[in-house]
């Protein structure tokens, strides 16, 4: 049974620093990854979309990664702002049409 | 801009009352799901759809049924709602391989 799991549950950095999201799955028989962020009390942003054959997408001040064979992906923010803060969510999909989310992570931003 | 729409941002309604949620996509997804979010449980798949008139249980159907009547359109039915059924409802939409559009959510209260 696929899990997914992000550390840290939470992250608190100062406004301009560069920071790593990590998202671990344990089933490396996957179709794609996807990357959201969460606004509190809103529904659910999709920020990048990683596919199987692909290894990292980038937008903006936004990469993300993806190494199958060890079951990671990793979101990278760029010189991070405090319109950054959100819960930031990673999903997979491997096998069936639904995605399994991992838990998220709380980003705090301080200005 | 594709779009999924939950018709309701915020809905308060009574014990044993029958409540539909309903959600409508514009980019003529095959797929279309319905979870719900607690804090500390992270995201339960409810109900997905993968045609007209199909529907599969997810995680936690119980209490729950959907209908599928038109491609654009998948309702979310609560038969008779409980206390427990307070949660956060997320709709999203897809193309078989291809990433989750989400809507806004629906906070739904029973009182």
């Known amino acids: 049974k696929q899990e997914v799991t992000q550390i840290p549950a939470a992250l608190s950095v100062p406004e301009g620093e560069n920071l790593v999201l990590n998202c671990s799955f344990t089933d490396s028989a996957i179709y794609n990854l996807q990357w959201f962020r969460q606004d509190p009390g809103k529904g659910l942003t999709s920020l990048l979309l990683i596919q199987s054959s692909q290894r990292e997408q980038t937008s903006g001040r936004l990469n993300a990664s993806l190494d199958k064979s060890s079951g990671r992906s990793t979101l990278y923010i760029a010189a991070s702002q405090p319109g950054d803060s959100a819960t930031y969510l990673c999903?997979?999909?491997?096998?069936?049409?639904?995605?399994?989310f991992g838990t998220g992570t709380r980003l705090k931003v301080l200005a | 801009d594709v779009k999924v729409t939950q018709s309701s941002r915020y809905l308060v309604k009574r014990t044993g009352e029958k409540v539909f949620l309903e959600c409508v996509q514009d980019m003529d997804h095959e797929n279309m799901f319905w979870y719900r979010q607690d804090p500390g449980l992270g995201l339960r798949l409810i109900y997905f759809s993968y045609d007209v008139k199909m529907k599969e249980k997810g995680d936690i159907p119980e209490g729950y049924s959907v209908s599928r009547e038109k491609k654009e359109r998948f309702s979310l039915i609560l038969e008779s709602a409980s206390t427990n059924q307070t949660s956060m409802y997320l709709c999203?939409?897809?193309?078989?391989?291809?990433?989750?559009?989400f809507g806004s959510g629906t906070r739904l209260t029973v009182v």
């Open positions: 999203a939409s897809s193309r078989t391989d291809y990433g989750y559009t």
């Open positions: 999903a997979v999909i491997s096998g069936t049409y639904k995605y399994i």
